[in-house]
């Protein structure tokens, strides 16, 4: 088939990238470069790229001729980013997403896999949390990406479109780079490849659901193959680990040791995370294989620069 990875140079849509062309399919990927690296797809000469913005309409209309499957990835990422940057997050998930959607359905493309967030989730209220839990997002990224869902499932009713709106959890491993706005394991390898004291933000004791890359890319595959699914599913390993045990996974796995230091808690975090993801197992047959102690010793490779991909 011909694919396009809207964000394809960014962390994740570079790992769907590498495994579409795997698979022997055709790849264009539209990035404009704002938080992506044109280095992420120098190994894959065969795809073409477009450096354009989803906010423009007629870019995003050039980039779809032809495709089959698009896999929606560009975004403003993260809650903090959005507090900081609120306009983005209206401007490029949610006008941005309208403009791939409006160029999916002019290109007759079939299928829109659109890479949600559980931020549309908010204060966590059950556990383990299924599709089906209430919606209250606590941050403009959270609040936007609950819209570009909507978006893609509307599209989905008035439109021969299938959409897949697919909730990650906290997403890691190869490829993930730490910036201002990085995520707590690209920090903590960061802070043991120098050397320096993990700061850990309350006691410590809090639980996330972390999922390697490569199984977002086999949850983005199954559902870009499946035919006649349409639908928001959540994306997760289903297994949860404290924050003190991930640094001691992580420091095991980086073979380095550094001190601990405890913080006050930040406001806004959420105690603990887990996810259903039965509805993804039933409707395309996601199956998380990646075990997080596996996942953390490739990713530290990675970082020290021992894994080239
Ligand atoms: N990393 C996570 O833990 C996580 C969790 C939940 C959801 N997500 C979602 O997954 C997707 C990929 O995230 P990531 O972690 O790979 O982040 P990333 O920043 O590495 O990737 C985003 C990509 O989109 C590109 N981009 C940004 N704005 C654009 C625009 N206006 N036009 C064209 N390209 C643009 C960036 O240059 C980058 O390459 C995002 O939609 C994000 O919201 C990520």
Not at 14 to 39: A, F, K, P, Q
Not at 204 to 213: A, I, L, M, W, Y
């Amino acid at each position: 088939m011909k694919a396009l990875v809207t964000g394809g140079a960014g962390f994740i849509g570079s790992n769907i990238v590498r495994h579409l062309l795997n698979e022997g399919h055709v790849v264009t990927v539209l990035d404009n470069l704002s938080s992506g690296y044109r280095t992420n797809l120098s190994p894959f000469p065969q795809v073409a790229f477009i450096e354009g913005d989803v906010r423009d309409a007629a870019t995003a209309e050039r980039a779809m001729r032809g495709v089959e499957v698009v896999f929606h990835l560009a975004a403003s990422v993260g809650n903090k980013r959005s507090i900081d940057h609120p306009l983005d997050d209206a401007a490029i998930n949610v006008l941005g997403t309208l403009n791939v959607l409006e160029a999916a359905r002019h290109a007759g493309t079939r299928k829109i896999v659109f890479s949600s967030s559980a931020g549309i989730f908010g204060e966590l209220k059950t556990l383990p949390i299924r599709e089906d839990h209430p919606v209250e997002p606590d941050s403009p990224y959270g609040a936007s990406k609950l819209g570009a869902e909507k978006a893609c499932l509307v599209y989905s009713k008035l439109y021969a479109l299938e959409a897949v709106c697919l909730r990650y959890f906290n997403v890691y491993g190869v490829n993930q780079r730490y910036d201002a706005y990085g995520n707590v394991i690209p920090i903590f390898a960061q802070r043991l490849l120098h050397g320096e004291p993990i700061t850990i933000f309350g006691d410590g004791e809090q639980t996330r659901d972390f999922v390697n890359v490569n199984d977002v890319v086999q949850a983005n595959y199954r559902a870009g193959v499946a035919r006649g699914v349409s639908g928001a599913f959540n994306i997760a390993s289903a297994t949860r680990v404290t924050i003190n045990e991930l640094a001691r996974l992580m420091m095991a796995a980086g073979d380095r040791q550094c001190p601990l230091e405890y913080g006050p808690p930040r406001p806004g975090d959420v105690r603990h995370s887990l996810a259903d993801i039965g509805a993804a197992q039933r409707a395309f047959g996601y199956q998380p294989t990646v075990d997080l102690a596996t996942g953390l010793h490739e990713y530290m490779r990675w970082v020290k620069g021992e894994l080239t991909v």
